[in-house]
């Protein structure tokens, strides 16, 4: 089975995600080696991954966010960018709902390789 790369990681999220959350450009190099850590390196593993977890990916990008929230998004990304996510319910891209999959997945574990990551 051929491993997992980073063009692997963009085909599986656009065939089983919705399309609008395709709005963040990335080369996905971060989020392989998260994977690989986390032992995802096969396609399948990661589609299995993602399949798992979608319901909940999906309801957590639906949830509406308080209004400092709203505030914070609107003074970083602008106010149209963060009006047409509440209008179609939605605020992660890919790479965002792939990085809650792997804590929906590992939990703690994943919590704190990402403050780590972060250097938090």
Not at 14 to 36: A, G, I, V, W
């Amino acid at each position: 089975m051929e491993k997992l790369n980073q063009n692997d990681i963009y085909s599986v999220l656009s065939q089983t995600l919705p399309k609008q959350n395709d709005f963040f450009e990335t080369d996905y190099s971060e989020e392989l080696q998260e994977l690989l850590d986390f032992g995802i390196d096969t396609k399948i593993s990661l589609e299995n991954l993602i399949i798992k977890h979608k319901g909940s990916l999906l309801e957590i990008d639906s949830d509406e966010l308080d209004e400092s929230e709203i505030n914070s998004y609107k003074e970083e990304f602008g106010e149209e960018f963060v009006n047409e996510r509440i209008k179609n319910k939605f605020w992660f891209s890919y790479a965002a709902l792939l990085r809650l999959a792997l804590e929906l997945e590992f939990d703690e574990k994943y919590i704190e390789y990402s403050i780590k990551r972060d250097g938090l």
